[in-house]
């Protein structure tokens, strides 16, 4: 575990989020950095895409969670 300095209006732009998506702060920025870096590595893939392949190499089936 490390200790990222972030801008003061980003942070809270985290913190807000957070709260929308029921994460923790630190969880928040941890999931745009993984997304961030998915999308520098694979340009050509879409951001659906790419949440899509997370969901299949984590094996949840989102068809399932369509219809809960």
């Not at 200790?3 to 989020?17: C, M, N, Q, S, T």
Request: glycine residues 2%.
């Amino acid at each position: 575990m490390g200790i990222v300095k972030i801008d003061e209006d980003l942070h809270e732009e985290a913190r807000r989020a957070s709260t929308v998506m029921c994460r923790s702060i630190n969880a928040q920025a941890e999931y745009w950095m993984k997304i961030g870096m998915l999308a520098e590595a694979n340009p050509s893939l879409s951001f659906n895409e790419i949440v899509k392949l997370q969901f299949a190499a984590a094996q949840v089936r989102v068809a399932d969670l369509a219809l809960a």
